[in-house]
């Protein structure tokens, strides 16, 4: 295997982090080794650079588990996909870890919502789900897509960023062990969309049925 020197950059950024950041929290990692984690919330949000949902939603390390997937989606419950990632994670916050929230993130013009669009509308695209990854995944968004078709939100990358996320709101429901913990009151899940220009949240309110400004 080959290995080649970090950037210079990175290793700036880290030595000021370790002088500053781990210097000042230094007793709480030292606890976290110790005791464990025990994070009140998991937080699914996109793999997307430009999203620093620590930064926003958490106050201290230990605070949230963090599960990061292109485009922050949650596939519907299925024993027999092969791809395994995100319902381990899944399963490891709601059994082990007992998180009291599971809070799924979406943002502002998201490529793997874009992604899926193209794929779903038949629009020209090099994605193809017979050689691409990406197009495997993003093309688990379909009943997203197709929730919007023929309404006046068709073909709104924010309408169905959004709705994406209600997608996979629903899709935690068919994970047996989400939805006993849910109805038994142990854990409650949330919906959010990142305004990533404004700076700003919006929360999916069940009532309105629409996603809020907080």
């Known amino acids: 295997m080959t290995s080649h020197a970090l950037p ?11 002088v500053v950041d781990y210097a000042e929290d230094q007793p709480l990692f030292e606890q976290l080794v110790d005791e464990g984690q025990f994070p009140s919330a998991m937080v699914i949000s996109c793999c ?12 201290a390390p230990g605070d949230i588990f963090v599960h990061r997937n292109i485009a922050n989606f949650v596939p519907h419950h299925d024993d027999s996909a092969d791809n395994h990632g995100t319902a381990a994670a899944l399963e490891y916050a709601v059994t082990a870890l007992k998180v009291k929230h599971i809070i799924i ?3 502002s013009k998201c490529g793997g919502v874009a992604g899926c669009q193209s794929l779903c509308g038949d629009k020209d695209t090099a994605l193809d789900p017979k050689t ?8 688990l968004m379909r009943p997203a897509f197709e929730a919007l078709q ?3 939100k068709e073909g709104d990358l924010t309408a169905l960023e959004q709705q994406a996320v209600m997608v996979s709101l629903s899709n935690l429901m068919s994970f047996p062990f989400i939805q ?5 009151g ?3 899940l949330h919906g959010l969309w ?13 009532e309105q049925g629409a996603f809020i400004a907080l």
């Open 194 to 206: 990142h305004d990533i220009r404004a700076g700003a949240l919006h929360l999916y309110d069940n």
């Open 48 to 59: 997307d650079s430009r999203m620093q949902i620590t930064d926003m939603l958490a106050e």
């Open 150 to 152: 023929g309404t006046d």
């Open 132 to 139: 691409s990854f990406v197009a495997r995944w993003v093309s």
């Open 180 to 184: 006993d913990a849910v109805e038994s």
């Open 105 to 107: 993130v979406g943002h």
């Open 8 to 18: 210079i950059e990175f290793i700036h950024r880290f030595k000021a982090w370790q």
């Open 186 to 188: 142990a854990l409650a």
